[in-house]
């Protein structure tokens, strides 16, 4: 019995174009998909779930048909739209990475020294989290909306959640190289652990990058199996001229470390909600333009690798931005930066014992007649 499948090709157009072709197939199910379809050897796909199979020549000669396949899939078979099923699976990624950092959080608290604990383990294990988490729910931001049936108030509610987690599970590391550089202007870590830190976090991201690249690659979900068709060849996260751009994650930085300085004493069931709200809208502002990175170590692992934009161009945008908007942030808050220097740029040095005036003027008036009784009393006595 034949039915009706959905296929894909990528041929040689006219005039040396390039041309996507979609068209309904009758194919016999026991059939092997896409077999013969394209005699110089096309590399086939099958979408579970889908009734019907992607068929590519070359794919990595047709790199812009390529990334314009999930919306033509959408537009051509609607009624096999992806379901749900790609969000549970993110989910339950999702809880699988945290259950792993918070093991290992635990294992390297017993094994290792307070030191190496708190420069390398706990640096590592943050920033392999927020970087698997990340690229995962950029993922379903990029995906989700018109792939998975879902839209855009689902993905910024699970960012909010994930945030939250995240911030609350940390155990004392910042995972962003920004905060360990702050931490370091206001005296509060040497240069040494600096060091240690900002290694941690690149190695941790790093890591976490190429996991879930791993992970991306097993095709678990339609979702999965589309990011894994485009990431080899992903584009940059650069929307706009690059002085916008620089500006834009300035800017987020800015604001996201003034909130964390003025929060850094609360307690953090006030803390984390706080952060994770204003990371949420902040990604939702700036990220069509930029992605709203503002984690240098994140947006190295995430995007540095993608064409469209120079590694200049990179550098200048998520690592500069991000730290001039960190020092914007330090100067505002506290009116100088202790490792540089002590005076206070921006705010007065008031006595923090002040007594009022009108009470040094009565208490002065006081001693006055004090110092007439004891005169008199003295003029009073006899002298020898």
């Not at 096309?42 to 579970?48: D, E």
């Not at 294990?125 to 855009?152: T, V, Y």
């Amino acid at each position: 019995m034949l039915r009706a499948q959905c296929l894909v090709e990528i041929t040689p157009g006219f005039a040396g174009t390039n041309s996507l072709v979609a068209a309904p197939a009758a194919v016999s199910p026991a059939a092997p998909c896409g077999t013969g379809i394209v005699p110089w050897g096309p590399h086939v796909w099958p979408f579970p779930g889908l009734s019907g199979c992607a068929t590519f020549a070359f794919p990595w000669l047709y790199k812009e048909e390529v990334q314009e396949l999930p919306l033509l899939l959408a537009r051509l078979c609607p009624q096999h739209s992806f379901a749900m099923d790609g969000l549970n699976v993110s989910i339950a990624f999702f809880f699988l990475v945290f259950g792993l950092c918070q093991l290992f959080r635990w294992l390297s608290k017993r094994l290792l020294s307070p030191g190496t604990h708190g420069c390398l383990a706990r640096e590592f294990a943050g920033s392999f989290q927020l970087c698997m988490s990340c690229l995962e729910l950029r993922m379903l931001m990029d995906i989700g909306p018109w792939g998975g049936g879902f839209g855009l108030d689902v993905v910024l509610t699970l960012f909010f959640l994930l945030s939250a987690v995240h911030g609350a599970s940390l155990d004392g590391a910042s995972a962003n190289p920004a905060v360990s550089l702050q931490e370091f202007l206001l005296l509060e870590s040497s240069l040494a652990t600096t060091g240690a830190k900002l290694l941690a976090q690149g190695v941790g991201a790093g890591t976490g990058w190429a996991l879930t690249r791993l992970y991306w690659s097993w095709e678990l979900t339609q979702l999965h199996f589309i990011q894994n068709l485009i990431a080899p060849e992903c584009s940059s996260s650069i929307h706009t001229s690059l002085p916008h751009a620089a500006f834009l994650e300035g800017s987020c930085s800015f604001l996201l470390h003034l909130i964390l300085l003025k929060l850094r004493q609360s307690h953090p069931l006030y803390r984390v909600p706080a952060l994770a709200a204003t990371v949420t809208f902040l990604t939702y502002a700036a990220g069509p333009y930029t992605g709203a990175f503002f984690n240098p170590a994140l947006a190295t692992a995430a995007t540095f690798h993608c064409s469209g934009s120079s590694f200049w161009a990179y550098i200048q945008v998520y690592w500069l931005g991000p730290l001039a908007g960190m020092l914007a942030a330090l100067l505002l808050f506290q009116g100088n930066i202790p490792r540089l220097f002590q005076k206070n740029l921006l705010y007065s040095q008031k006595s923090k014992y002040k007594v009022p005036k009108a009470k040094v003027t009565a208490q002065a008036e006081g001693d006055k007649p004090q110092k007439k009784r004891k005169g008199g009393k003295s003029n009073a006595e006899p002298r020898a």
